[in-house]
């Protein structure tokens, strides 16, 4: 079924999460829809632990925390979230005074909304796919996954994974309890992630829950139906071996793609989104383009731009989900029913 609401947010990075704050002001629901397995785009996913200085108001706050204030100051708000899904097909329904807008996700799900809010930073994170492997998408759900979307599906089951930046780390270190075996495959002994859970890895190998093999490649994999095992070669020897396991887990990086936007016909310049300076609307009349994404003359990629920019698009929105009615304004300090819900006193 259809899922109705007032916005539909295409993607959850800081801007994205903040349109839920300024809609909600406004009593506009939303349903923010990402294809990465968690919020916070580019701080989360890019630069975690990195201090960011210029929040107004925020002297020094890492990235990370950054996402997590904002998740905290949205929590009064109507928003569900979608993760693991991209955003594919768009549709324009003209039912009514105002028309809405119908998109379709990778997963099938359907969304309409009169307002659609793209938020999609730099395009959809694309996961890396292992070098020399002929189409390795097919094995998808049958022993290979690019992200870890249910960590119990790795339990007492044999799992490699490949990988040496901050996500092949984390997993190690997450997954390590509860796999019956568990091997970490690089191809050099020199990791590309936060030193603290580098040092957690090494600690799990000297006692045996991990098994680290570097300086690996992959050759090829083994399969039935069903992924069985893997063949990697000896980066310096050149020597072969071969590992049975359940399941794959390649978590070399993401590349960043337009994706799908590029042929939802909406003007495009330099790789963004056009949008005019005022309601930041794009070509489409209730398509609005906020954050990195979106281009108009003077336009900064910083997060403090991203969420100027949504904090006036959301006006136009409430004027689409509520024709001829008067955009309300008031100060968030005289808005007693915010201060309830986040149990702050006056
Ligand atoms: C190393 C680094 C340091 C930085 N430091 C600063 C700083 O100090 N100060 C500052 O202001 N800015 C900084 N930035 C820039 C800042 O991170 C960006 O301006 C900000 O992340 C943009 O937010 P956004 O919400 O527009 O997009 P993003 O954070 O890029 O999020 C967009 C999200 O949309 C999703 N998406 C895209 N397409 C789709 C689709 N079709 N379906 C579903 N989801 C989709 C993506 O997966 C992504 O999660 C830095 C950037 C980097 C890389």
New binding site residues.
Partial sequence: MDTKTDIII???????LFTVFEAGLLGLECVL????DKV????S???PG?P????PGVPFQT?QEHVDALLEQIKPFNYQTYLN????SLEEINDDEVSSWKVTTSEGKVFVAKSLFI???????EPRRPPNIEDPDKFLDKGIEYAVKDKDKYKNKNVIIFGGGDSALDWTVELADITKSLKLIHRRDAFRGVPNTEAQMRELVETGKVDLKTPFVIEKLIFDKQITGVTIKNFETKNLESLKCDEILFLFGLNKKL???VDWNLDLANKKISVDAEKFQTSRKGIFA????SDYPGKL????C?FHETTLAVQEAYRRSNPGKKVPFAYTTSNTKLQRKLKISE
């Fill in positions: 295409v993607g959850a990075g800081p801007v994205g829809i990402d294809n990465l916070g785009g580019q701080c996913e890019l630069y990195k960011i200085y210029d929040i990235a899904e991209r955003v594919d938020a999609a930073g730099a395009g959809s994170f994706g799908p936007i906020v954050g990195d994404i990629d910083l997060i403090l991203g």
